[in-house]
């Protein structure tokens, strides 16, 4: 799909937000780069609700923020703690981290590539009524494992990875068990539901698109 046919909004407001989820090793990092590529950086970003989670917890413990965006060892030791400490701050403001991650967002598409929790869906359709896509990545645990996944108690039966196993209406699951021409005809689809979408979006708020 061409990206011209997705128009340019004029407006800061974003006209579409893609909420992504998916278990440990899914693919969500993986599948979330391809799209954005696919809509441009111009189009669309990508905001991590984990960013500014890990940019606080890595100043406050003096951590290198760096490695804990990352995929290694150096984030899953500290998981833990930052999950405890990301829950404690939800609890006195749930949508914290969301208005951290999209503080600086400017783009028409946004694609929030981490919810975890009811919380972080529902403050995203407060916010953002009849502009949200719920998107889930899925993978099976055979080939997470192959990926580098392994089962740790009080994360992946915690709700951090559990917390959007049920209750969710998606919009669209993705299967990535990694056969790349299953995936591009998913990710066809879904551009396809973006585009529908965004040109209802634009009609139900009136926004004219640049001509
Ligand atoms: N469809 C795919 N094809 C090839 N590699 C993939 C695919 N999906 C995921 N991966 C790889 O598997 C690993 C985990 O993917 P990632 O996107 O980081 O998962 P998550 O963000 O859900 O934890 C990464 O090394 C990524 O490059
Ligand atoms: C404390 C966390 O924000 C850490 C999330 O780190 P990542 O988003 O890097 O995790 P995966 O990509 O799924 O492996 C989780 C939470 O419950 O807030």
Redesign the pocket.
Known sequence: MNVEHFTTMTSTQPSIILLFS?????G??YVTDVIQKRLTAEMCCIL???AP??QQ?AKDHSLDYEQ????GQY??SY?AD??R???MKRQQDSGF?CRLAIKHATQPIWII??C??MSDVQWFHEEFPDRCICVRVEASEQTRSQRGWRFATGIDDA???C?LDEAVKFDYIIRNDGADDVLEKQLEDLLSLIKSREEESNTLHNIKPEK
Do not use: A, P, Q, T
Not at 68 to 71: A, E
């Open positions: 998916g278990k440990r090793k899914s969500k990092d991590r609700l984990s989670l890990k917890y804990l965006l990352g995929s984030k899953e998981r930052m999950i400490w990301g829950e981290f590539s981490d975890r929790r709700e951090s990875e917390g």
